[in-house]
């Protein structure tokens, strides 16, 4: 066993007076290796990337270590100046971070913003860094080094400014790199080849690397440590094969049950075959109009789209980011006109309808979005923005309001939540308001666009149990957009595989995922994460030690 | 980029002679041009008179084009009241305005960017309390008060500068803090602003995480992002003073464009009038289309054209 690179013990770092508890990380220990990839977990708020803020200096102002000590290669980083701190950041230590969007500088070349650490922490020639600079971008497998040397963040993908990131964090080989959740805004094939490539970078630089994270299939693709942690402590502590397998504490246990399962679930009310939406044919296509100096460009968003739903099915559309599944979900609920095709509900065919005659029919069809914090409006209380709906289709108001506290014990909320405002309610809170927002005004037809996907799994996990028991109870439709193949294996009893605005495969969940015919779906299958890792029944697990549920964090 | 600046550079000249044309057109809207020279009482062979000379009763679109063509060489006719060639009433008298506005516009850039960097670096502090307290008096005071107690205070009381005229450097030191002062608050508020965004984006955490010292995060990272909205409202607010200057040039009797604007203006001597507005008109759209062009060079995403 060769020295920990980085030691934290007893660390403890203060929240500020009126929080929600009174530190952000308590009592922390953990170390790390050389070549060892120790997997933080740990839901929202848990203090994980807390810690690797504070190992990197990078906390902000309202938060201080208050106890313990971050020992890095032989000295404690909390007793460093802020000057001498900066020395080792990026030159010893480095960190890579979730938003690979926004975290490059627009205003600069990613060369530049490469070659900026080592003009910072070295005193090589112009020459020299702009060699080591284009043998970085081939390290991180970026395609045309020299190209993408003069580009703008702007001009590069999602997952090539990711590469940018970890390019940066690479540059001077450090001993410790830091890596807060670095794939999660990625799509499956990209986040594959970033999780794959950190696993080369192990082998290749000695570094110890930290990474944080919440999806256990992740973990499970390349943890060596696992440290799960809650509300701010660290639960359980282990090798990735035991916390993954065995896991000893109930709240790792319930995480790990939480984690979707890659097998389908059998919708037994799919009996009855009343088509409520039929999509035939539908086409969008962008034009970008083509000026002096740059020819007109044109994408089919949606090509020859064809599907059928029955009353009580849910139906997943999958794909990744640019597949067009959001274009298809703008032209169903007219949002956008779609060019030809038809939406048939009810025998009629709304595709061409006006809006005077799209009126009526609005609401057959609801959606819930994807970001629960944009989605409601912060100055209305709850129950204006779920009578609103009806109201707007004639409903008396003290009639709607009565169907809305129904709809509240529907989704598991109190009554009074009604006269509440927005910013009191958690995440999956708010999702499951703006489902029972959706179902005020009695729609056909519910699409849940990526409706989970910026939620916690186990809070995940309840907002979908609660659309499966909503599905069953009203028979509702349901159509489900996501790019996480887990949670439509869940939830979902038809599938169907988007690509460039075209549907390549369609079928079951335990057809297309069991089966899978066309080339994508195998590559979009191979590129989950975690495949060698069979979810441990949790039910089967020996009993949990009586000692840890008596610590105040087993309690739950 | 090239194609961006051509681009630009189209525009500009389309807006330019649209705005030709509007100022060209201001002759005619006033009334029949004839009668305001030869007077409300004057005869029809009067009138006349006035016609053979100056050519009004021909088709205006001809006018227009004759007018634009001398326009374009620097003739831009003649003062009905100096009786002088327009242009070289206003090449006298630009200099000074252009200078002051220059300086007006330094003074207040100079004052405002700091200012804002460091309200924004330490919100709320008593730095920023200082700089909001300067912006919301630069704001409140009118120009022309503003002007009189620093000539009450500096010139009369002090004796260090001189109250009027423009013969010495001296005494556009007054008239520079008044005109620059009027475009301070907006200028610092903006970078107070911009700075306090780009400070928190994810980019700066990258920049400290990368080890860069607290100065090169500061300029190169911040400021260079924050300052591009303030690079466009500067070139509205350098329009604005070099027309605008009015006020400040008759209290300091500077005589400069903006106060024979004043004068053609009180004395009806259309051409003169014509001639400033198309050269402030011009100005604006010369400055416009510079700051279009500095804010595509510090900020690569506004290149596509």
Redesign the interface.
């Known amino acids: 066993m060769t020295d920990p690179i980085l030691t934290i013990r007893n660390l403890t770092v203060d929240l500020p007076e009126g929080g929600d508890r009174p530190h952000a990380v308590e009592n922390l220990s953990v170390d790390i290796a050389p070549k060892e990839i120790v997997c933080i977990v740990g839901e929202s708020g848990s203090g994980k990337s807390i810690t690797s803020f504070t190992t990197?200096g990078?906390l902000p102002k309202a938060l201080k270590p208050s106890s313990g000590e971050v020992i890095f290669e032989g000295r404690d980083v909390l007793k460093l100046s802020a000057r001498e701190h900066?020395?080792?950041?990026?030159?010893r230590m480095?960190?890579i971070?979730q938003?690979p969007m926004?975290?490059?500088?627009?205003?600069y070349t990613v060369g530049d913003q490469i070659e900026?650490?080592f003009e910072?922490?070295t005193s090589l020639s112009k020459a020299e860094r702009k060699a080591r600079t284009i043998r970085l971008l081939d390290e991180v497998q970026l395609p045309d080094p020299e190209r993408i040397y003069s580009s703008?963040p702007?001009q590069l993908s999602g997952g090539q400014r990711q590469r940018i990131?970890i390019a940066?964090a690479l540059a001077l080989d450090p001993a410790l790199l830091i890596a807060d959740e670095p794939t999660t805004a990625l799509d499956l094939s990209t986040q594959a080849q970033i999780l794959h490539l950190f696993k080369e970078l192990r082998e290749k630089h000695s570094a110890g690397i930290m990474f944080v994270t919440h999806d256990f299939d992740v973990v499970a693709e390349i943890a060596d440590k696992v440290v799960v942690m809650k509300q701010g402590v660290i639960v359980e502590q282990g090798t990735a094969e035991e916390v993954l397998n065995r896991p000893k504490h109930p709240y790792t246990r319930k995480l790990i049950d939480a984690v979707p399962r890659r097998t389908g679930s059998v919708n037994a009310h799919m009996a009855e075959k009343h088509k409520v939406m039929e999509v035939l044919d539908l086409n969008k296509t962008y034009h970008s109009k083509g000026?002096?100096?740059?020819p007109a460009r044109t994408v089919h968003a949606c090509k020859d789209v064809n599907f059928i739903v029955h009353r009580g099915e849910t139906l997943g559309i999958v794909g990744e980011s640019g597949s067009g599944k959001s274009t298809l979900v703008k032209c169903l609920i007219r949002l956008e006109d779609p060019d030809s095709g038809s939406v048939i509900i009810d025998g009629s065919d709304i595709a061409q309808f006006t809006p005077k005659l799209l009126h009526p029919y609005r609401k057959s069809i609801q959606i819930v979005f994807q970001d629960p914090y944009g989605s409601l409006n912060p100055r209305r209380t709850i129950g204006d923005q779920l009578v609103e709906g009806p109201c707007n289709f004639g409903e008396n108001r003290a009639h709607a309001m009565e169907r809305a506290k129904k709809l509240m014990k529907i989704v598991r909320l109190e009554e009074d939540a009604l006269y509440r405002y927005p910013a009191q309610f958690s995440g999956g809170q708010r999702q499951r308001i703006c489902i029972a927002r959706a179902l005020m005004v009695e729609p056909e037809v519910l699409i849940a666009d990526e409706a989970v996907s910026a939620l916690d799994v186990s809070v995940q996990k309840e907002v979908l149990k609660l659309l499966n028991e909503i599905r069953d109870e009203m028979g509702l439709t349901v159509l489900f957009i996501t790019h996480d193949l887990r949670v439509a294996a869940q939830i979902c009893d038809n599938l169907v595989v988007m690509q460039n605005g075209e549907i390549v495969e369609r079928g079951t969940v335990d057809e297309v995922f069991g089966a899978p015919k066309h080339d994508y779906t195998r590559k979009l299958l191979s590129a989950q994460p975690g495949q060698g890792w069979v979810v441990p029944d949790i039910a089967k697990l020996p009993p949990v030690d009586p000692a840890l549920l008596e610590s105040p964090m087993g309690a739950f | 980029m090239y194609m961006y600046i051509l681009k630009r550079l189209g525009l500009a000249l389309l807006v330019a002679f649209t705005v030709s044309a509007i100022s060209f057109s201001l002759l005619f809207m006033a009334g029949d041009p004839a009668i305001a020279i030869a007077g409300e009482n004057a005869s029809a062979e009067d009138i006349q008179m006035v016609n053979d000379r100056y050519g009004f009763d021909r088709p205006i679109v001809i006018q227009y084009f004759e007018w634009l063509g001398k326009a374009a060489t620097g003739d831009l006719g003649n003062s009905w009241y100096f009786d002088l060639p327009v242009s070289d009433l206003i090449a006298d008298r630009l200099g000074v305005t252009m200078l002051l506005g220059l300086l007006g516009m330094s003074f207040a850039l100079l004052l405002a960017i700091p200012m804002g960097v460091a309200a924004a670096v330490k919100p709320n502090s008593l730095i920023d309390r200082a700089s909001l307290f300067i912006s919301v008096v630069g704001q409140a005071i009118p120009s022309f008060w503003f002007g009189l107690i620093l000539i009450v205070v500096f010139s009369i009381k002090l004796g260090l500068v001189p109250a009027s005229g423009s013969t010495s450097w001296k005494h556009f030191i007054l008239p520079t803090i008044v005109l620059g002062y009027y475009a301070t608050p907006a200028i610092m508020r903006l970078t107070r602003a911009g700075m306090l965004e780009v400070l928190s984006a994810d980019y700066i955490r990258t920049a400290r995480a990368k080890g860069l010292s607290a100065r090169k995060i500061m300029f190169k990272h911040a400021l260079r992002n924050a300052i591009i909205p303030v690079i466009s409202l500067a070139a509205v607010q350098m329009g604005f003073m070099l027309g605008g200057s009015i006020v400040v040039e008759s209290i300091f009797a500077l005589h400069g464009a903006g106060f024979l604007a004043w004068e053609s203006i009180s004395r009806n001597d259309l051409p003169t009038m014509q001639a400033l507005i198309l050269i402030f008109s011009m100005f604006y759209i010369f400055f416009t289309f510079l700051a279009d062009i500095l804010n595509a060079w510090m900020d690569p995403r506004l290149r596509i054209a």
């Open positions: 990197m990078l900066a020395k080792l950041r990026g030159s480095a960190m971070f938003e926004s975290a490059l500088n627009p205003c900026e650490m910072q922490h703008y702007h990131v940066i000026t002096m100096f740059k």
